[in-house]
């Protein structure tokens, strides 16, 4: 079955560590998408896609990086200067402007 | 930045009761959608509607639009217990990068 894949489900870093959250689609979307959500809020954009070995910043792109070498592909890194990174983290793809975004399941980042 | 506010922000019924939830925005779109999202879980694409229509149905979803008012609403109607969740509405503004912007939420809770 075609969709999304986010992982891992769970992950915890201590304050000062990078940490890479994985993206994979396998619906041949080209643009893909990173939002955060804190608790109880609605999705911010971060990073996203519109096309291979291209990327954009969202609207909270501070203290995140981004790659898309690969189509299917789409990993976000936290960096250790975002200061409050523990949030739920989503993935999504969309095959086009008329259509709705797939997301995957999400990451739950958690600090210690 | 959030671009949908929804309103209410939680609304509890009986199952069998309809459900509607609003949402209001603040620039121009191309297309206004809906999303559900399930405690923990990714969002599930539910409706999508053009900046050039004013109604759409499917199955018991009900969605309008008021582009004068900068305005949607979602009815269910004869809803579950399974209905219960957060329904986001995410705008697609005129500006192009084919990125959505989401509204703040509604948790909708169904109750027995």
């Known amino acids: 079955d075609g969709g999304i894949t986010q992982s891992p489900k769970y992950l915890f870093r201590k304050e000062g560590q990078n940490v890479t959250l994985s993206c994979e689609q396998n619906?041949?979307?080209?643009?893909m998408y990173w939002y955060r959500q804190d608790p109880g809020q609605g999705l911010r954009l971060i990073y996203y896609?519109?096309?291979?070995?291209?990327?954009q910043k969202g609207d909270i792109a501070e203290g995140y990086s981004v790659s898309r070498e690969k189509k299917e592909s789409f990993p976000l890194t936290v960096t250790s200067a975002q200061k409050n990174p523990t949030a739920f983290y989503l993935c999504a793809s969309r095959e086009g402007v008329r259509y709705g975004y797939t997301f995957g399941s999400g990451t739950r980042l958690t600090v210690v | 930045s959030q671009q949908g506010e929804e309103d209410p922000q939680a609304l509890s019924i009986q199952e069998g009761e309809n459900a509607t939830m609003n949402c209001s925005y603040k620039?121009?779109?191309?297309?206004l959608q809906w999303y559900r999202q399930n405690s923990g879980r990714g969002l599930v694409h539910l409706i999508l509607i053009r900046s050039n229509e004013r109604e759409k149905h499917s199955g018991r979803l009900r969605v309008t639009l008021d582009t004068s008012k900068k305005s949607s609403s979602l009815l269910i109607t004869a809803s579950r217990a399974a209905d219960t969740a957060s329904y986001f509405c995410a705008t697609a503004d005129t500006g192009g990068g084919n990125k959505l912007t989401f509204g703040t939420g509604t948790q909708l809770k169904v109750e027995l």
């Open positions: 620039t121009s779109i191309n297309n």
């Open positions: 896609s519109q096309i291979v070995n291209d990327f």
């Open positions: 619906l041949n979307h080209d643009a």
